[in-house]
């Protein structure tokens, strides 16, 4: 990631936000997880 915080994926376009968010998913990080530390909605962490 080149992003310096979580929170910065909320300003990036969507394309590449639901890249990151795949990638978090990869790496064994749950849906609430993710919804924590990026503070997207959990269904758009579900959708990506």
């Known amino acids: 990631c ?5 929170l910065e994926i909320q300003k990036i376009d969507q394309h590449m936000r639901d890249k990151y968010l795949k990638r978090l998913k990869e790496e064994g990080l749950s849906t609430r997880q993710i919804t924590r530390l990026t503070g997207i909605s ?3 962490v579900l959708k990506s």
Do not use: A, E, P, Q
Not at 2 to 6: A, T, V
């Open 2 to 6: 080149n992003l310096k915080s979580c």
């Open 42 to 44: 959990r269904g758009i």
